[in-house]
């Protein structure tokens, strides 16, 4: 369906590089997660790709670069998860996912019938379908992520972009929230690229991890090639032990450093 | 009827008719009471039944003198027209430019509208101020929509020009940056003409007592193409209201629908003040009133912003004609005070509800 490439990807804000050089190549179906610590880059690399902000290099799904693009083309085919979305708070969820439909509308028209029926099946797989009316203010913090979740799976675009998507959740709904996604992939071919930070959740679904540091890309591969205290304490300055699980799990556990 | 599609349908549909109806309902009532009530005139109660009588296939002697109706219909039936569109006009910029610009406290006079439509009366008043009677068109209102428009042009210009990110805070601040200029002139002009300061207070306060149809007509075009061109982007506005980000996100040209917004907004609203002054608190109080009542869904608050934003201007020029009979109480001062006492209870109204 729909292949996204980043070739020489490099963004820097008021002369300050925060990404340089990222190459990658992704396929319908794949599943990609940067990981890396604060301020690496994970989230340029995402809002370059949604058309956000201004890079050199290339960004392109299937071959059409993101800047040429229109607005409207780009919300067709990518929908972003921004990491700390604004949601108005006396908007109802169903006005909320409906947003999402936004790309297909013209202009000056209201959503159609067969919008409505988008929302309404999204809504059902979410498991929202009984918040429908409720405002999105008064949702827990779960329930709002799944609105969201919902309003770029209405999109219906190829490709889902998500920024630190479980940042919010308990470890309940961060599950739920990334059950979803990779269900959605597997079943539709949606192709995804998250930023993440729990290490472990990372590996759990991504096919692919890509370590990020200061803006480049320093190892890149499996969870079991990417994840290693060796790595881990050269890019996060963290101790810690990595585990791995007989069914190929890779389990990162942070150390106390004075333990005594 | 599925889920979704009857939540949406009851939301929007129902109890969004329901305030449609009401306030068409109030800005009758408005009206008919406006035009019954004043100082000079027919008792009120015989207006009604002339207006009857007015009709076609109905006779009723309703005791309406030629003069009294004329009275009615030259002097008063102007004013509550105006009124009512420079409410609804002033009401719907006001919920537009909040819309656009994600800020509840932003009024339609943010660009430079008022500051700008002030100097240029203050020109007027100062150059021309004895001959203008022999003039083909009355300058004033020209003046006064034409500073309006070109002070929001420079706002653009220099938001524009020191805009380097996509928000909206430059365009802003060089409203502010515009307002200041353009009012630090007018001052300095009133400074060495004296004699002409009140009548630039007065104007500045906002008049509607020398409506006539002449001025329905001037600004009912520019009026009636704005209202149009906002109540298309009520679907875009909400989109907005998720953020810029996240609105590109979505698929929205933002640049142009603000562009589009703005534009419009700021035509209406200077063809408003060029003919009545600067009537305050309408554009923040009835969009927010509305949104307290309706929601905030602006597919609700700018048809309702239009209703209601006529009725409520044409229910403070009542009070603002009899307060202090035989004079006349600016409409600025019966707005505010009326108003904010009305705001606050709803406020209060919408506390005890949550």
Redesign the interface.
């Known amino acids: 369906m729909s292949t996204l490439g980043f070739c020489d990807l490099t963004i820097s804000y008021d002369g300050v590089c925060a990404v340089n050089g990222f190459n990658d190549i992704l396929h319908s179906g794949e599943w990609l997660c940067l990981i890396g610590p604060n301020g690496a880059g994970k989230s340029s690399v995402l809002r370059a790709a949604a058309g956000l902000i201004n890079y050199s290099g290339s960004v392109a799904i299937d071959q059409k670069e993101i800047p040429t693009t229109s607005a409207r083309w780009r919300a067709q085919n990518i929908a972003f998860v921004p990491q700390t979305p604004l949601m108005p708070d006396d908007m109802s969820v169903v006005e909320y996912v409906l947003l999402g439909r936004n790309p297909y509308i013209k202009h000056f028209a209201s959503e159609s019938t067969h919008d409505l029926e988008v929302v309404e099946k999204i809504l059902h797989r979410l498991d929202l379908e009984q918040f429908s009316n409720r405002m999105v203010g008064t949702l827990s913090g779960g329930e709002r992520q799944r609105a969201v979740i919902a309003r770029a799976l209405a999109q219906e675009a190829p490709v889902l972009l998500l920024d630190e998507p479980t940042a919010a959740l308990d470890i309940g709904h961060q599950q739920q929230a990334l059950e979803l996604v990779d269900k959605l992939r597997r079943e539709q071919g949606l192709t995804v690229v998250s930023a993440m930070h729990d290490l472990t959740l990372a590996g759990l679904y991504a096919d692919r991890l890509v370590l990020m540091h200061q803006g480049s890309c320093v190892a890149s591969g499996d969870a079991k090639s990417v994840l290693r205290s060796e790595t881990l304490a050269e890019f996060y300055g963290v101790s810690a032990r990595v585990h791995h699980e007989t069914d190929g799990t890779v389990v990162v556990i942070p150390q106390r450093v004075n333990s005594n | 009827m599925?889920?979704?599609?009857r939540?949406?349908r009851?939301?929007a549909g129902t109890r969004f008719s329901v305030w449609l109806l009401a306030s068409s309902a109030l800005l009758i009532t408005a009206v008919l009471v406006g035009t019954m009530i004043g100082p000079a005139g027919p008792q009120w109660w015989r207006v009604p039944l002339e207006l009857l009588n007015r009709l076609p296939l109905v006779s009723i002697d309703s005791g309406v003198s030629i003069e009294q109706w004329n009275i009615v219909w030259q002097i008063r039936a102007p004013r509550v027209v105006l009124a009512a569109i420079v409410g609804a006009m002033l009401s719907v910029a006001g919920a537009s430019y909040q819309g656009v610009f994600r800020n509840p406290l932003v009024d339609p006079y943010l660009l430079g509208v008022a500051a700008g439509a002030g100097l240029g009366a203050t020109l007027v008043f100062t150059l021309q101020r004895q001959s203008t009677e022999s003039w083909l068109i009355d300058p004033l209102p020209l003046a006064a929509f034409g500073g309006a428009l070109v002070a929001v042009f420079f706002t653009y210009l220099i938001g524009n020009a020191f805009n380097k990110s996509r928000s909206n805070t430059t365009l802003v601040l060089a409203g502010v940056a515009v307002t200041s200029l353009a009012t630090a002139i007018q001052t300095f002009i009133l400074q060495r003409n004296n004699d002409v300061v009140r009548q630039v207070y007065s104007w500045i306060l906002g008049r509607l007592s020398s409506a006539t149809w002449g001025d329905v007509r001037l600004i009912l075009p520019y009026v009636s193409l704005s209202c149009i061109v906002l109540l298309?982007?009520r679907?875009?506005l909400?989109?907005l209201?998720?953020?810029d980000?996240?609105a590109?996100?979505?698929?929205?040209?933002?640049r142009r629908v603000r562009f589009v917004v703005v534009l419009a907004a700021t035509l209406g609203t200077a063809a408003a003040v060029a003919v009545s002054g600067l009537i305050g608190f309408v554009g923040i109080i009835v969009p927010h009133a509305v949104?307290l009542l309706a929601?905030?869904?602006y597919?609700r608050v700018l048809p309702l912003s239009i209703l209601l934003g006529a009725a409520f201007l044409v229910a403070a020029d009542i009070p603002s004609r009899v307060l202090a009979d035989p004079a006349e109480t600016p409409i600025g001062v019966v707005t505010a005070f009326f108003g904010a006492p009305f705001f606050l209870m709803l406020l209060r109204m919408r506390k005890t509800q949550t």
Do not use: F, P, Q, Y
């Not at chain 2, 590109?248 to 933002?254: P, Q, W, Y």
């Open positions: 599925s889920l979704a599609k939540a949406t009851e939301r298309m982007h679907r875009l909400d989109v209201r998720v953020g980000d996240e590109i996100a979505l698929g929205t040209n933002i949104r929601g905030a869904s597919r």
